[in-house]
């Protein structure tokens, strides 16, 4: 097991291994509710309440939890904090609640969720692990917000519902249509991918040959 | 290494030797009573959890669809002084229900009433299907000029962009004020614009269009004769 330190644990969740925008998990919220920045963020938070508080209890619980039903138990858990952020999203805002429509319940079978409690929560300490689902969290949140404000912007002229525009503005329905979600990921992780292979030329610039560098970039692309 | 090794013995009949055996010395036998007892004991603490969220916000969810329905009914109806709610009963509409039904297979329309408590109209509910799903509306109508005074969709998964425009469009919204039922829809720019009864369907959204006008024709043939019998005078 690699030792890290908390800060490395929380910064790698949020940009290094970005749930959607490197690990390439959770990618069904991502496209499906990231029409408008507060669909994005009211499904970004829910899905970091969730993931925090099965961490915790994930890694609270891991002494109790045998080895043969642990998937079981995690599914458990966490479609229990999937009904409570339900429910709390009803009451606190049903227009958001509304427009998110079955995705909440669907964060219940969000690889992200189970992929952390399995590969983190259930073998660190619950500080660690707590940290680790807000990094995590955070990288989904920001990845979703990403994808809401270009949709909304270019597809509805708004942002937040304020319009960015005026009234002349034509807005670019598509990017608020589902194959708008497929357009916006393309574009953003060629966009990532783009300046992570430059970044990486650039440094292997002074003598050695780029050959490692472009084949890792190919085999991330595929 | 530990996962192959488990699910090669569930894929070969394994005597107990063999499974001792492919079992890692440091992972020891679990009882299937703990395995179950864990699972259990877990969906119970879950259970009893999901309750008590349950009750702590049940009566905001449903102070929030009666503050939805109340918002609606004072759009359709251009904010009455006061409303009453009517339930529809097989044969008239009454004010009160009567034994042996319950207010959940109960329909209701609303009765709108101005600031001289003449009445000003109904607000009626309904519901079918649209383009992607169930899409549920409520209408204002005035039984003695048989006008539409407005519509307002209150539930629709209609397409983000093209179907949702039933309750976006606001040029299509406003022509249900002072339509004449039962309405037509005609495609924009074709229709004869004198006619009362014309609604210019959304370019590329005619099938939710569509639902709309059909949604408020249905549910007008059905309660027309009741809604023009009732007389709020003559109420007991």
């Known amino acids: 097991m690699k030792v890290t330190t908390s800060q490395q644990d929380f910064l790698r969740g949020v940009w290094r291994e970005n749930p959607v925008l490197i690990q390439m998990l959770g990618l069904c919220p991502a496209l499906a509710v990231t029409n408008t920045v507060a669909n994005s963020l009211a499904m970004g938070l829910a899905t970091f309440f969730v993931l925090a508080g099965s961490s915790v209890l994930v890694a609270l619980l891991k002494r109790f939890i045998p080895h043969e039903v642990r998937i079981s138990t995690y599914i458990l858990i966490i479609a229990t904090f999937v009904t409570v952020a339900d429910m709390t999203l009803e009451a606190v805002v049903p227009g958001i609640h509304k427009a998110l429509g079955a995705f909440i319940a669907l964060i219940v079978v969000n690889c992200m969720i189970l992929g952390r409690q399995e590969a983190f ?28 404000s270009v949709r909304e912007i270019l597809g509805n002229g708004s942002f937040l519902n304020i319009s960015l525009f005026g009234p002349d503005f034509e807005p670019w329905v598509i990017f608020v249509l589902p194959p708008g979600g497929f357009l916006t990921l393309g574009f953003v992780l060629l966009f990532l991918n783009w300046r992570s292979s430059r970044k990486r030329r650039k440094e292997l610039k002074p003598g050695a040959t780029t050959t490692t560098g472009e084949s890792t970039v190919e085999r991330k692309v595929a | 290494m530990t996962l192959t090794a488990r699910i090669d013995d569930h894929e070969r009949p394994a005597t107990p030797e063999q499974t001792r055996q492919a079992t890692p010395a440091s992972v020891p036998e679990v009882s299937s009573i703990r395995l179950v007892l864990t699972l259990g004991v877990a969906g119970v603490l879950a259970g009893l959890l999901l309750v008590l969220v349950f009750k702590a916000t049940e009566p905001a969810i449903l102070r929030n669809k009666a503050a939805a329905l109340e918002i609606a009914v004072q759009e359709v109806l251009k904010a009455p002084a006061r409303y009453e709610t009517l339930y529809v009963l097989d044969d008239r509409l009454a004010p009160e229900l009567p034994e042996g039904r ?3 297979d109960t329909e209701r329309v609303f009765l709108g009433f101005d600031a001289e408590d003449h009445p000003v109209g109904f607000a009626v509910t309904a519901g079918e299907p649209g383009f992607q799903d169930i899409v549920r509306l409520i209408f204002g109508y005035q039984p003695e000029s048989r006008t539409v005074l407005g519509m307002k969709v209150l539930e629709s998964k209609e397409t983000p962009g093209l179907g949702d425009k039933i309750e976006k469009d606001l040029a299509f919204v406003s022509q249900f004020e002072g339509a004449r039922a039962p309405l037509l829809g005609v495609k924009a720019g074709q229709g004869n614009d004198s006619d009362p009864a014309e609604i210019d369907m959304i370019t590329g959204a005619t099938i939710s269009s569509k639902a709309v006008i059909r949604i408020i024709n ?17 109420r007991p």
């Open chain 1, 121 to 148: 929560a259930s073998r660190r300490p619950v500080g660690r692990a707590l940290i680790d689902a807000c990094g995590t969290g955070f990288g989904f949140i920001i990845a979703l917000l990403i994808m809401g």
């Open chain 2, 102 to 104: 319950t207010e959940r």
């Open chain 2, 218 to 234: 249905n549910k007008l043939e059905v309660l027309r004769p009741l809604l023009e019998a009732y007389d709020p005078e003559t």
